[in-house]
């Protein structure tokens, strides 16, 4: 009786254990927390507006660049005489407040110098208006730009300078929201070319930004490919291809799905094709590591956060390509964001392993930190084989080699020929994104080719970013004009500047869009 009471009881507790050990393996996986940090946007940013008067309850910012105040400015009759006593000059960094009457707006004059008629220097003077008259709780006017053209550029630097990422901020304090209106008597002409270009620029830097300032549980490949794939959303003459991890193995991109293949999230290729003309399309290509541990080669704690921005170049094409389509831009172009997250895990690939890419070349993996080339190897050579480019650009946040040679101003350019690096060169004097050439060399070509067991290696060759450059090259065909921008120095900003907050620039979205309308090879 005993016995049987036992097993009884044996048999009623494996039945227990078993359905307890069972229960897991029906359950649905959860990526990361299953719980999302926030629902919240970010806080509301001052609109844009233009006008040919001054809105009567708007506070005004007059820009001069010497003492004549514009003409068409319904200003209070001592302003001549505040300018001549407190020695007010129009030179740049200048402010003088003209007292106002009891209750009145505010009005400032503001010294502008008289080399800033060039773009980039108007979009400069709206990033330090918005952002020193960030407290001011009324609306605010703009005058004084001498054109339409102007006028759109400094509205474009006031919508870029206001930017803000707080929708994770539980305390955040809600800013003034009263609209900025540029005024002007081509108030109309202006608010035409904002609204056509200007404003789309914006969007997609704006875009980029937001994508890279999100935290790696928040932005992975599959969310990165939705929250593009909605900004593109209904945009005519875009289409958008999407490979899934067993899409790209079909097709033996062992490169990308190899980096990837440590983590939950599965790598994905986001192509996105807009077609504003006809011909073959220039191919801009986009390194997207959502997050970079480093993998096994695992990279040290201190400043690893930064790494959730490792898919910055992913993020401009993503922007580039919202601005070129929303513009109606009459170009074609391709952008590809190669997107894996780059985790150590049991099924992580190993230094020592070799991988095959799409074309069948194979690479011997020295460090597996040296990733985001990997994930640009199968994009270049799909996009070639399939999209038939007549050109290529490739930007990646790639080196840190590029860090400590060029700091925070500029990123590093690489190029065959020298009409290719003038044409990216002339681009970044236009938009401001910098860039410095640096030098492609036969010795580090032939350092990436010696491998003993494979075609090429991807690291052990120079910590400098001319051999990352050079793993990318032997990639994309020789006659294919191509070039490669390693922005690893300026995806971040340390510091508040006109038009960037402390954060994410969204570097590379004015220079790609930039390069697609004006580079073609002679």
């Known amino acids: 009786m005993i016995s049987n009471r036992f097993s009884k ?5 494996s039945a227990a254990a078993l359905a307890l050990t069972a229960a897991p393996a029906v359950a649905q996986p959860v990526i ?5 940090p926030n629902i919240a946007e970010n806080t509301q940013e001052r609109p844009v507006r233009f006008a ?13 660049n010497d003492t004549q105040v514009p003409s068409g400015l319904d200003l209070p ?3 001549n005489a505040w300018i001549e006593a407190e020695d007010f000059t129009g030179k740049a960094g200048q402010t003088l407040d003209i007292p106002a009457g009891p209750g ?15 773009p980039t220097g108007w979009r400069e003077i709206g990033g330090k208006i918005v952002q020193k008259l960030s407290s001011v709780n009324s609306p605010f006017a703009i005058a004084g730009a001498p054109d339409a053209a102007a006028m759109a550029d400094v509205a474009f630097g006031a919508t870029l300078g206001q ?5 994770y901020d539980s305390d955040r304090i809600a800013k003034p929201t009263g609209a900025i209106t540029l005024v002007g008597a081509q108030a109309d002409a202006a608010d035409t070319l904002f609204s056509s270009r200007h404003v789309h620029l914006a969007e997609g830097v704006r875009m980029a930004r937001d994508l890279v300032n999100e935290p790696g549980n928040v932005i992975y490949p599959e969310s990165f490919v939705a929250r593009v794939q909605e900004a593109l ?3 005519d003459n875009v289409s958008i291809e999407i490979l899934e991890p067993e899409d790209m193995r079909r097709l033996n991109m062992g490169a990308i799905v190899g980096v990837g293949q440590g983590s939950p999230r599965g790598s994905r290729m986001m192509v996105m094709t807009y077609k504003g003309a006809g011909g073959p399309p220039l191919a801009l290509m986009g390194k997207g590591i959502t997050f970079d541990t480093g993998g096994i080669s695992l990279k040290p704690n201190t400043g690893m956060w930064e790494m959730k921005g490792d898919m910055s170049g992913a993020a401009a094409v993503s922007g580039a390509i919202l601005s070129l389509a929303k513009s109606e831009a009459p170009v074609h172009v391709v952008a590809v964001a190669a997107l894996a997250e780059n985790m150590p895990s049991a099924n992580a690939q190993r230094p020592g392993d070799v991988i095959r890419t799409y074309s069948g070349k194979t690479i011997e993996i020295l460090s597996t930190d040296a990733e985001g080339r990997l994930v640009l190897s199968d994009a270049i050579e799909y996009t070639v084989d399939r999209k038939k480019p007549w050109g290529m650009i490739d930007i990646a946040t790639l080196t840190g080699g590029a860090v400590r040679a060029l700091g925070e101003e500029y990123a590093a350019l690489f190029a065959r020929e020298d009409g290719y690096a003038d044409a990216a060169l002339a681009a970044a004097e236009r938009t401001g994104e910098g860039l410095w050439r640096l030098p492609l060399h036969p010795a580090y070509r032939e350092a990436v080719r010696t491998s003993e067991i494979a075609d090429v290696r991807n690291s052990g060759i120079s910590p400098s970013a001319s051999s990352g450059a050079h793993f990318i090259e032997f990639f994309v065909p020789e006659d ?3 070039i490669h921008i390693d922005m690893a120095p300026t995806d971040r900003s340390s510091k508040t500047r006109p038009l960037v907050p402390k954060g994410s620039r969204g570097f590379g979205v004015m220079l790609l869009d930039d390069l697609a309308r004006s580079w073609r090879p002679q």
């Open 9 to 13: 009881l044996a048999l009623s507790l």
């Open 32 to 36: 990361v927390s299953g719980v999302s």
């Open 52 to 64: 040919a008067r001054v809105p009567s309850d708007a506070a005004l910012v007059v820009l001069m």
């Open 77 to 79: 009759a001592d302003t």
């Open 104 to 118: 009145e707006p505010r009005i400032m004059l503001m010294g502008i110098s008289s080399d800033d008629s060039e």
């Open 163 to 167: 930017y803000r990422f707080d929708r």
């Open 233 to 235: 959303r209904g945009i």
């Open 480 to 482: 294919l004009p191509w």
